[in-house]
């Protein structure tokens, strides 16, 4: 038992280091020319909110020349289960860009919105404590509260962080899922 799970978790951690490594190889190659203190590497951040969940992300960022706009890629990774075969994970990719703007030294926050008859903004604030050890907590809010559908809204943060990254799989396969989440 403990081999197999040994095994599982080493099949799941190369997938997910090979998705990584080719989006930081394709990455790498478009910013080889122009390698400078202003590109940020966010590596691996996990979902803290919920740490059953096998959700990762990581960024690739570059400062502006001022220093205080961060325009960030993305790369998320998840792993969910599958109806059909339990004992199977589906692994999906989504890349998405984010801009950011300096709130302190290591504080910085992102909103884009409102939208929609709520109004929602979505706030993203991400935080550096120092080397890899980077948070990022998300958020929504609504601006709109006088449409009675908007009141039902869960504006319940959720925290991702580069602590608590290795995960139990709960699964024996893996295989490709969805293009999107």
């Known amino acids: 038992m403990t081999i197999r799970f040994a095994w599982r978790t080493l099949i799941v951690t190369t997938l997910v280091m090979l998705a990584f490594s080719a989006w930081r190889q394709t990455s790498f190659a478009q910013h080889a020319t122009s390698a400078s203190p202003s590109h940020v590497v966010i590596p691996y951040l996990a979902n803290a909110t919920k740490p059953t969940d096998l959700d990762f992300e990581g960024a690739e960022c570059e400062l502006d020349t001022s220093g205080n706009r961060m325009s960030c890629t993305f790369q998320?990774?998840?792993?969910?289960?599958?109806?059909?075969?339990?004992?199977?994970?589906?692994?999906?990719?989504?890349?998405?860009?984010?801009?950011?703007?300096?709130?302190?030294?290591?504080?910085?926050?992102?909103?884009?919105?409102?939208?929609?008859v709520c109004g929602l903004l979505d706030v993203a604030t991400l935080d550096d404590e120092g080397g890899v050890r980077w948070t990022m907590e998300t958020h929504k809010v609504v601006t709109k509260k006088d449409a009675s559908a908007c009141q039902a809204y869960d504006t319940q943060s959720e925290m991702l962080s580069w602590?608590?990254?290795?995960?139990?799989?709960?699964?024996?396969?893996?295989?490709?899922?969805?293009?999107?989440?």
């Open 76 to 116: 998320q990774v998840f792993l969910t289960t599958s109806a059909v075969a339990p004992d199977t994970c589906l692994i999906t990719t989504n890349r998405y860009q984010r801009e950011f703007r300096r709130d302190t030294a290591s504080r910085w926050v992102s909103t884009e919105g409102p939208e929609g």
């Open 163 to 181: 602590q608590n990254t290795r995960r139990r799989l709960p699964c024996t396969f893996v295989q490709p899922g969805g293009l999107s989440r």
